[in-house]
Nanobody
Framework: VQLQASGGGLVQSGGSLRLSCVAS????????MGWYRQAPGKERELVAR???????TSADAVKGRFTISRDDAKYEVILQMNNLTPEDTAVYYC????????????WGKGTLVTVSS
């Protein structure tokens, strides 16, 4: 499985960005697609994920500002980020998990999001 992410960039505080990630190579009937981020000097953390049944999990830090969705026809996961703050600056990684206990774990190359104050 290959994950191709796009949409990062530089934005001012209060602005918006839309991240997209398209999966190719294989398709799973049950999976979870999501976004993680890693800020400088910090560990990678979950931003939001959406399961194939539509169940969504989001980090408290982004609730009310970020929206995750998926387009199963395109096998795409989208992260709409609004009201960005400098604390959202990080490399964002697309992720897809599938299989028993989610043992199949795929990562895309990161896309940098920089929010200026």
């Amino acid at each position: 499985v290959q994950l191709q992410a796009s949409g990062g960039g530089l934005v001012q505080s209060g602005g918006s960005l839309r991240l997209s990630c398209v999966a190719s190579g294989s398709r799973f009937s049950k999976d979870v697609m999501g976004w993680y981020r890693q800020a400088p000097g910090k560990e990678r953390e979950l931003v939001a994920r959406i399961m194939s049944d539509g169940t969504i999990t989001s980090a408290d830090a982004v609730k009310g500002r970020f929206t995750i969705s998926r387009d199963d026809a395109k096998y795409e996961v989208i992260l709409q980020m609004n009201n960005l703050t400098p604390e959202d600056t990080a490399v964002y990684y697309c992720n897809l998990k599938a299989g028993i206990l989610w043992h199949l774990d795929y990562w895309g190359k990161g896309t940098l999001v920089t929010v200026s104050s």
